[in-house]
C-alpha cells in the first residue's frame, strides 16, 4: 500500500454488514471504486464468526420483523434459487416460557403484532412440549434449590417455523463473491484502522482547524499501512465503532457487551441426544433453537457436530464495555460452570454432568431500542447497534445503507417490501422499541 491511495467509498469492516454492504454499494453504482478493508486476515473472523449465527423474524417491533423476514427470505432465496448453500436450516425458534410470562401483555402484544405482519407461529401447551421434548423438566414444585435461582416452570411453548441457524462464514463468503465479481478493488486484510480523518469542509489551511466554527467531514481512514482518502467512508465494525467514532466527537448512541458460546456434544450420551432429537417440529427431525424461560439461557442444535452450542443473553451482571482487542473475547469456563450449567441442568437434567469441548466469545453491540442503526453523519456511513441480530438482519441493513449512500429517500428490500432509507437513523428515527430480546 502505498503512503497515501484515494477510493469513492471505504468500507472499514468486512464482517457480514460490511461485504453485504460493499455487495449493494458497488451493484448500483458500478462507477464506483468500493474498497473494503479489515484487520483480520480474512473475511469474517471477528464477532460475525462468533455468532450462533440464528436467524428469527419473531420480533415484536415491526421494523425488526421487516428487517428480519425480507432478509431471511433473501437467504432462502439465494439457497434455493441461486443454488448457493448457507447451510441454512430451518429447524426454528423456541420460546419455552412460563404461566406468568405467556399471559403478559408484553407477550400477548408481541403475537398480536406478527399476527399483523403475517409472521407464522405456534403455541403449544405443558403437555404437549413434554410429549416432544424428551427429559423437558416442567415441575419445579418442591425444588428449592429452583427456587433460590428463580427459575421459572415452563408452561408454554411460542414456536416460529420460519426461524432457524445458518453458517455465517457461507453468508459472508457469499457477499463477498459477488462483489468480487464486479468491484474494481479486491479487499485488503491485515489493515488496521486506527483513526477516522476529519478535516473542515472546505479546509481553509488554518493551523489546528478544524475549529467548531467550520463544518467538517471524515475524509478518509489512517491505517496502519498508510492513508487511505474517501468520498465516504462505511463504519461496519459493531462492537468496535466507538473506537473510531468517540475520538471524533461522534456519538454512536451504542454500547457493546461481551458474548460467549459453549459446545456440548452428545455422540456419548443417549439421554442427550434424545434431547437433540426432539421430534414433531421441523424436517430434520431436531429440537428447535431454544430460549429457557429463565436467565436468558439458550441453545442451538448443532446436527453436524451432534451436539449444542450453549449461551446466555445475560443482562444485569455483565458490563457495558469497549471491546478493545481480542484478549477482552477470551470465553470464560467458570461463566459456563456457575452460571449456564445450573439453569440448563434444572430444565435439562440430560445435562448433568457435560463439560464443554469448545468455546468461544465475540462482542454485541447494542442500540438503546434493540433497532439497528444505520445513518450518514459528516462524510461517514455508520451500521451499526444491531444488538447481536446483525445477521438475521444483514440483508435488509445493506440495502438501506446503499440507498442511503445514493440519496434515496426509500429502500427496497428483498420481495419489493420498502422502509425509509432514514428510518434507522439518529436524528430521524422512525422505529418501534423492540421487546423481544434474548
Given at each position: ?309 450453549i449461551g446466555c443473553g445475560d443482562k444485569e451482571g455483565r458490563a ?119
Amino acid at each position: 500500500m502505498s503512503q497515501e491511495e484515494s477510493f469513492d467509498v471505504v468500507i472499514v469492516g468486512a464482517g457480514v454488514l460490511g461485504v453485504a454492504t460493499a455487495y449493494y454499494i458497488q451493484k448500483n453504482s458500478p462507477e464506483k471504486t468500493v474498497l473494503i478493508v479489515d484487520r483480520y486476515l480474512a473475511a469474517g473472523q471477528a464477532n460475525t464468526a462468533m455468532s450462533a449465527a440464528a436467524v428469527r423474524n419473531m420480533f415484536a417491533s415491526s421494523t425488526n420483523q421487516l428487517l428480519t423476514d425480507t432478509s431471511i427470505k433473501y437467504f432462502e432465496h439465494v439457497q434455493n434459487e441461486i443454488g448457493y448453500d448457507l447451510l441454512f436450516e430451518k429447524c426454528g425458534y423456541l420460546w419455552l416460557l412460563s404461566d406468568i410470562q405467556f399471559n403478559n401483555d408484553s407477550v400477548k402484544t408481541w403475537m398480536e403484532r406478527m399476527e399483523r405482519s403475517g409472521i407464522s407461529y405456534h403455541v403449544y401447551n405443558k403437555q404437549e412440549l413434554k410429549e416432544m421434548i424428551p427429559g423437558l423438566n416442567v415441575d419445579f414444585e418442591g425444588d428449592e434449590e429452583a427456587e433460590l435461582m428463580n427459575l421459572q416452570e415452563v408452561s408454554w411453548g411460542l414456536f416460529g417455523a420460519d426461524c432457524g441457524v445458518l453458517d455465517p462464514t457461507r453468508l459472508v463468503e457469499y457477499y463477498l463473491e459477488e462483489f468480487k465479481k464486479i468491484c474494481h478493488e479486491k479487499p485488503r486484510f491485515g489493515v488496521d484502522v486506527q483513526e477516522l480523518l476529519l478535516e473542515a469542509d472546505p479546509k481553509l489551511d488554518l493551523p489546528g482547524e478544524p475549529y467548531v466554527w467550520q463544518k467538517k467531514k471524515v475524509t478518509g481512514v489512517k491505517a496502519n499501512k498508510g492513508i487511505l482518502k474517501a468520498e465516504t467512508v462505511v463504519l461496519a465494525t459493531g462492537a468496535w465503532a466507538n473506537e473510531l467514532l468517540d475520538p471524533i466527537g461522534i456519538d454512536s448512541q451504542t454500547k457493546a457487551k461481551k458474548r460467549q458460546l459453549f459446545v456440548v456434544h452428545a455422540e456419548h450420551k443417549e439421554d442427550l441426544k434424545s434431547v437433540l432429537f426432539s421430534n414433531g417440529f421441523n424436517k430434520y427431525g431436531c429440537i428447535p433453537f431454544t430460549i429457557l424461560p429463565s436467565a436468558g439461557v439458550y441453545f442451538r442444535p448443532q446436527l453436524q457436530e451432534l451436539g449444542f452450542w450453549i449461551g446466555c443473553g445475560d443482562k444485569e451482571g455483565r458490563a457495558y464495555k469497549y471491546v478493545q482487542s481480542d484478549e477482552d473475547l477470551v470465553p470464560e469456563g467458570i461463566y459456563y460452570e456457575n452460571s449456564i450449567y445450573p439453569v440448563l441442568s434444572k430444565y435439562f437434567p440430560a445435562f448433568e454432568d457435560t463439560r464443554p469441548t469448545n468455546s468461544w466469545a465475540g462482542g454485541y453491540c447494542y442500540s438503546p431500542d434493540r433497532i439497528p442503526f444505520v445513518y450518514k453523519k459528516c462524510g461517514v456511513l455508520v451500521v451499526n447497534g444491531a444488538s447481536g441480530s446483525g445477521i438475521m438482519k444483514a440483508d435488509a441493513l445493506a440495502r438501506i445503507a446503499d440507498a442511503l449512500l445514493r440519496g434515496e429517500e426509500v429502500t427496497e428490500l428483498f420481495g419489493g417490501k420498502h422502509i425509509s432509507s432514514t428510518a434507522l437513523g439518529q436524528t430521524d428515527r422512525d422505529i418501534e422499541v423492540e421487546s423481544v430480546v434474548i
